[in-house]
């Protein structure tokens, strides 16, 4: 019962009562298996009932005289928080004079429950734990990543486009791979003689290879469908299995076992969901595997498996337990030399990625960094040494300005040291609206024409926020986010000053990248509440959603008179299309990845085709003549994403997000326990 009372009044204090449900609580509480079916378990509903009672039973005896009371509301597992300015003073306490009974015994264990919990209020922001102190181990210019320690801890492997190793101690890396490709993630087999890594192959196919640590060389073992981002590697602790994931038929990615000798893959289990694995980690001792899932884009947490041989020698895998409830993005895992502790690198305290230790059987997580010039992600802890490795990211995304016209060169318009992008102007053209991370939560603001007197008028403390866009009176700003189960959709006033309200949906609709019509009447965006992208609209006060495409759609804008809708499929999917008729007006890959917006004769879009990590042109498409120009080109590398351009209403200018300082080094901390 004590667990169940400090695991829900720790989630709450921590802002995570989305998570204090029925079938996440049997999990975590009383070590129920992963999709128990909480109608024929009662267990949580039962003990809710017997802690609801003793803690109104704390109140009305031995909690009568206390300031301070945790109370259960009937109907859920979200605790409440009462602090009494009116509780009678305490009566002189009698003098026992026979053995308590056992009820005396729970009357007296009750306060103490209650005064950890008010503890945890008072104290768990006044004596935070000092973060980890580290210090650079790599410093060349561009990437450094995944690090990776040699079994004794004296080396670590690392990719900066090809793999490199570089003892503890030594001023110089020595690079082992000489290919052309880009390679990427380095593991050391158990006796430290061998590297397997990834090899990019083609778009979306990574061929997997295992060479000699000294250089002597390499084989080509298999390879999997899967892009550098998700697809993690380690090697079993008994050298014989690699373990990486492979992305199926339905474009998920699942865990695979591979043979190290062999080559030989094989699905490590069968999976009942619709979600992604990734980034699989081995504890110590071999004897589990924690990994990655991802329901979502933005929603993903920690899970552990047991692992080991059957009789015949093939290996099993158990049931997945969860370990952590943030329904964040992670970036990367790796256990403790204790096998107590996983280190994360997790959003769960912002948008910024930083590293938590998560107890492995289940617990309160630690935050361990506090980078304030970047986020670490990838960490990495050695076998023996007692260090700790992980990759400081640092990314300058900023809005700049460009004239339509092309007679003056860009200028940055919207700046700081982190993510400003998606720029959207208002319909007068005094205002800008933009998506920032400049306070730590990825929130909407709001400037001036000339990016001037910024202000935060919508945030939603750490959930992963889309473009905004504006009302045609400029009074609203639409955009969508990301919760943990669900893509919904918010109306925030553009001052600021009242908090922004839930849009209209039905639940599971998965709304995205919403935008006004002409008259301000309805919404688009796109959803996939038919198991497929597609636009919609909805009128803004409510009322039923109208599908609006068939084969495809995802984000759109109607023109300025209302006949028409452009709208693009996605990222991935080359084109802007038009409404009525679904037909295809600009063939261009480029534009719905990097960015476009239509103005009042044409598109205006991003075409960054010849190379992504070059400054990109920005090119006007005249829907009339079907021809385009260059109108300018950004002086970095452009933002990704189909909503990082703007046009203002008279089409003097464009506004653009563009990458101005990218890169990431490799940070080691020593005496790390």
Known sequence: MQRFLRFIVERTLDGEEDCLKESVIGVQVFDREIGYDPKTDSIVRVEARRLRNKLHEYQREGGAHSRFWITLPKGGYVPEFVWREDAPPPEPAPVPRSRPSPKIAVLVVAPIVCAAALWLILSRDSQPAAPIQGRHFTSRPGYEVTPAFSPDGQTIAFAAGAIYLQ???????????????????????????????????????????????????????????STPAPARMDWSRDGRFLVTVDRDETSATRLVLISADTGDKRKLMEPNDSGSQACPRFSPDGSRLAFVRTLRNTVEDVYVLSFGYDRRGMAVAGSPRRISFDNRNVYGIAWTRDGKSIIAASRRGGTLYQLWRFPASGG????????????????????????????????????????????SAPQPLIASTVYETDPQYSPDGKRIAFRSDRSGNGAIWVSDAEGQGAIRVADLKGLAIGRPCWSPDGQWLAFNAETADDAVIYLAPADGRSPPRLFPAAPGSENVLPAFSHDGRYLYFGSRRTGRWELWKQPVDGGRAEQLTTLGGFSGFESADGKSVYYSKGPGVPGIYKLPGEEKVLDSASAPRWGWFPGRKGIYFVDAASNEELPAELRYFDLETKTSRVIGKSTGKPAVGGTSITVSPDERWIAFAQVDRAGSDIILVENFH
């Open 364 to 407: 309160t997580p630690v935050k361990l960094t506090a980078a304030s010039d970047g986020e670490a992600i990838q960490p990495a802890v050695s076998p023996q040494g007692g260090r700790l490795a992980y990759v400081l990211r640092f990314t300058d995304m900023n809005i700049w300005r460009s004239a339509v016209d092309g007679q």
């Open 167 to 225: 003892r503890i101690g030594a001023d110089q890396a020595v690079r082992l791979t000489h290919s052309n490709a880009t390679e990427i993630e380095p593991v050391w087999s158990g006796d430290g003689r061998h590297i397997a890594f990834f090899r990019q192959e083609s778009a979306g196919m990574l061929g997997i290879y295992i060479a000699s640590a000294d250089g002597s060389g390499e084989r080509r073992i298999n390879s999997i469908r």
